[in-house]
């Protein structure tokens, strides 16, 4: 059964012990520093503190998203839109929370924000109806 | 039961009789006239097609979906990148390919697209990671 | 790696060999008898011919619909639709089929079936607004 | 990053500054007066008000739902019950909330509720296993 | 409309109230009787509190939980382990923290826990790739 | 729109051209050797075929893919049978397919497949429940 207290304790998350800063050594304590120089913020947001609990997951996650979300043929701006397009329809409340807020860092104004609302709704009503509908593959006519 | 030659006539969809173009009169017409005219193709795809077989469903969903993919302060490809992320999120079949080669069309390279992948993993990953791991709200340090 | 004969000789599903009707025995037969007697038709529908390559689930999992979808309270249509909005939700095609030509068949009209689309795909698109957007539980004011 | 402040801040919603009553003009408050109106309640619910920080997305929306949710082959209270189906699938907190009061306010009872439950539940069962297993289309033997 | 009171009243859950301990007579005492010895805690968890409010769901949902988690060919960790990664993917909170508990309880270390979040957070990746891009069927080369 | 030749034509993968062995070359030749060598095969399948159409995302894929199914603290069945229990509950028909023939391979028996079935059932069901009925969280008595 779920121990009540492991999530009501401030300094556990809810099915792992996040890694406190002033507690990081080593690899941890690099990655952690990584986050915070290249986010350029001064702490290090829960999602690392919590998967540092599993060092090697920190590590490839991190390395992954630094790699991924850097701008290339797309702006970081767009990536965080997308990012925040997947957590929504997966409904996840962290990520859409983190993702929204650097989404806007980077210049995504309220009107983009509500023009990416509008698509994110409307796709999931159409993919919904296109699978109840069971429509076709188009072919050439 | 599941009638099976529902599925396997050609001039059907799945669960409905899609409304060809040669039968269209009225308001489907002029929606599928405007479907053409809008995207630049000359025939109407089979999800316009399907949903004709309820005439306020088309209406009301071609309408929204020309007013939300219309370019605004987000551009035309950008949004179908939006809509590919969604589609893709959601595994919707029909949707990817629709969107996926409507994206292309308005310009999204090879590059852009693996970029777009892989943004589109990475965050259906951490999505599940940040809600397995139930982390825990930021809070100022 | 995966057995692409498996998934293309007909006498096979995908990840098991279904039991067919010939080849029934013992509880699977009168399970098969109860299937094709409770829902008026003359052959085993696949999804059941499939599960029966693992007994106690095939048993488990008629019981258990044979009970949930019997009127009740509800009657047997609004059931069946209920069924058609949960798999059109999760993109299950088979489920989809399935469930609309037996919501057809109890009487669901073109009508009737084109309002539960648009209920269908109006909440898959508020659900994900709400998701976004975070929308706070309300409280009385 | 995120800013705790606008979650924990009681004036504003999660991502992004709710628009409350008492600031509303022009045609947001037209449409606060409608959803009152309609609803038959006193407040404005947070959905709306959230929403309104986009009145484009807050006027598309309240109307396409007041539309749909409207009784006609269905009636209201079997589309709210839909909507609760596609809710919980979709495990959309405030959603579920809502729409299952509304329901009940529609005279969905316990035991309707319960057997929605049972329906609900039974479809995500057997969903997967139409996945898992890939069960193969029927066809007519 | 939400009724705000309903969750936040501590004895009720937000949907419907809940049967305590002190208040299960007949079917429901003996069900929650077998859900403390079974699982060898001393509290009903509210899942089952909540279930409760229509008895034959306990009844039938317990009934099949019990069946299902005893150990068979799998044992039970394997079997708690499948249900955090289904819970996950779901994105279920009390799902998640009940059965992560479950695991750990069984024996599932930290280490194994990491290694079951690095098998979820992949697969949820290359299903999202696996759809986007749309991979056919292999076949023998 | 899409381009129904994109789909119909073997040689390519739906989105994709897919990279075929004999026109692989360096990194990408270097990768597909090392997929066949490490599961023991002689061809390379679809999904990364498709993927090497976007060689850093093959080669990150693959790489982590690697990793995380190695036998560690968790076997390669478990693994495998995690990685089902994932592609299930998403629905990828790529992936079940893929995960459940190598899930075979590795030793799961039948019996050991029916069991998954049922766990993964259940689960996808009770996760509904828990979130129609909004669970609170378990706080000792």
Redesign the interface.
Known sequence: ????????TPER????EMVEESAATGRVREIFDDIKWT?Q???V???WK??A??P??LD??WQ??K???AP???DAR??E??????????????????????AM?LGM?????????????????????????????????
Chains 1, 2, 3, 4, 5, 6 share one sequence.
């Open positions: 059964m779920i121990d009540a207290k492991r999530r009501t998350g809810a099915t792992v986010k913020i001064d702490f947001p829960n999602f919590t998967l609990s599993h090697p997951l490839d996650t992954r998203l790699r991924v979300m290339g043929q797309l767009t990536k839109m997308l990012a925040v397009a997947v957590s929504a329809t997966n409904g996840c409340s962290y990520c859409i929370n983190s993702h929204t807020a650097a860092k104004t309220a009107e983009m924000y509500g023009e990416l609302l509008e698509v994110v709704a409307l796709f999931n009503a159409t993919n919904t109806l296109a699978d109840a509908l069971q429509v076709r593959p188009d072919v050439f006519p």
